[in-house]
T-cell receptor, first 114, second 113 residues
C-alpha cells in the first residue's frame, strides 16, 4: 500500500522567511514517482514538480527547491524568501509501481503574512 | 485551450436529487480520473478509466456512477444526493506512464442542502 504523510497541517511565516514543507512517503515498490502540487485559495491544483525514484538529484526552480532522500523516504519542499502569493495548500503525492492513480498527503496550509 | 475542463464549476442542489458532472480533456491522454476533495482538503481517488475501460473503482457508494463515452470524456453521475456528498470533485487525465504527469481540471464544488 502507498502512503504519504505531511505532518505539518498548518505553517505560518512572515514574508521573506524561508519555509520547508515536509513529505514522507511509504511504498514497497522500487519504481515510483513523487509530485508536489499547489492549491491556492482559488481552488485549482497547480503542478509544481515530479521526480522519479531513480533520480535523487535535488532541484531548484527560482525560489523553490526540492530535497529527495530515499534513505529517509522524504521529498521535502523549500520556499526561499517566501511571498504572500505563496499562501496556499501544498500537497505531496505518490504514484508507485503499476498503480495509475496518485496517492495524496493530507496537505500543508501555508500562510505567508506581510 | 483548456486542457481538462469540468462543468459545472459550482453546483448547489437539494438532498435526494440526481446530478451529473462532466469532464473533457483535449490532451489525447488515455487515462482519466475522478478525485474527491472533502472539507478537510483531503484528496482521494474515486474512479479511473483507461480508453473507456473502468480500471479503478475505490470504495465509493454505488450512488456514484462514472461513464466514459470515449477516452476524451469522463462523466460522474450521482443519484439521491446526500449532505455528505458535498465536496469538490476534480477530474484529471494522464498518459499510462507517470512521467507524462497528471493534468487536473479546475474542480466542481458540489453543495448539497
Amino acid at each position: 500500500a502507498q502512503k504519504v504523510t505531511q505532518a505539518q497541517t498548518e505553517i505560518s511565516v512572515v514574508e521573506k522567511e524561508d519555509v520547508t514543507l515536509d513529505c514522507v512517503y511509504e511504498t514497497r515498490d522500487t519504481t515510483y514517482y513523487l509530485f508536489w502540487y499547489k492549491q491556492p485559495p482559488s481552488g485549482e491544483l497547480v503542478f509544481l514538480i515530479r521526480r522519479n525514484s531513480f533520480d535523487e538529484q535535488n532541484e531548484i526552480s527560482g525560489r523553490y527547491s526540492w530535497n529527495f532522500q530515499k534513505s529517509t523516504s522524504s521529498f521535502n519542499f523549500t520556499i526561499t524568501a517566501s511571498q504572500v502569493v505563496d499562501s496556499a495548500v501544498y500537497f505531496c503525492a505518490l504514484r508507485a509501481g503499476s498503480a495509475r492513480q496518485l496517492t495524496f498527503g493530507s496537505g500543508t496550509q501555508l500562510t505567508v503574512l506581510p | 485551450d483548456t486542457a481538462v475542463s469540468q462543468t459545472p464549476k459550482y453546483l448547489v442542489t437539494q438532498m435526494g436529487n440526481d446530478k451529473s458532472i462532466k469532464c473533457e480533456q483535449n490532451l489525447g491522454h488515455d487515462t482519466m480520473y475522478w478525485y474527491k476533495q472533502d472539507s478537510k482538503k483531503f484528496l482521494k481517488i474515486m474512479f479511473s478509466y483507461n480508453n473507456k475501460e473502468l480500471i479503478i473503482n475505490e470504495t465509493v457508494p454505488n450512488r456514484f456512477s462514472p461513464k466514459s463515452p470515449d477516452k476524451a470524456h469522463l462523466n460522474l453521475h450521482i443519484n439521491s444526493l446526500e449532505l455528505g456528498d458535498s465536496a469538490v470533485y476534480f477530474c484529471a487525465s494522464s498518459q499510462p506512464d507517470a512521467w507524462g504527469g497528471y493534468t487536473f481540471g479546475s474542480g466542481t464544488r458540489l453543495t448539497v442542502v
